[in-house]
């Protein structure tokens, strides 16, 4: 499995950007995708996340405290695209951003265990200024 995002870039708080994580390759019936952001020295924090059930084909999602309500993650299953909506943007916001694959999801929730992202796309870098 391979993932190439896009979409990062420059904006003004309370702006607007629309990240992609397109998934190629052979993915699992029960997956989960997960969007990382990264500070410098730090480590990659899941914001946000989604799983899909082909059996069900249904989807849950998480967020993290810090984007809920202003973030918004979607799945494209004709285009194998998992999209990360940021609205309202803020400075702190500002950060390396990766989607991520775990291939074994349990359907029911989205893993916060950075360890179970076995597939990683390159990060895309957002900047939000004052």
């Known amino acids: 499995v391979q993932l190439q995002a896009s979409g990062g870039g420059l904006v003004q708080a309370g702006g607007s950007l629309t990240l992609a994580c397109e998934a190629s390759?052979?993915?699992?019936?029960?997956?989960?995708v997960g969007w990382f952001r990264q500070a410098p020295g730090k480590e990659p924090e899941l914001i946000a996340g989604?799983?899909?059930?082909?059996?069900?084909?249904?989807?849950?999602?998480y967020y993290a405290d810090s984007v809920k309500g202003r973030f918004a993650i979607s799945r494209d299953g004709d285009k194998n695209t998992v999209y990360l909506q940021m609205n309202s943007l803020k400075p702190e916001d500002t950060d390396v951003y990766y989607c991520?694959?775990?291939?074994?999801?349990?359907?029911?929730?989205?893993?916060?265990?950075?360890?179970?992202?076995?597939?990683w796309g390159q990060g895309s870098q957002v900047t939000v200024s004052s």
């Open positions: 989604l799983t899909w059930s082909a059996a069900w084909s249904s989807t849950n999602t």
């Open positions: 991520a694959l775990d291939p074994a999801s349990n359907p029911r929730y989205v893993s916060t265990a950075r360890t179970r992202y076995r597939y």
């Open positions: 390759g052979r993915t699992s019936s029960n997956y989960a």
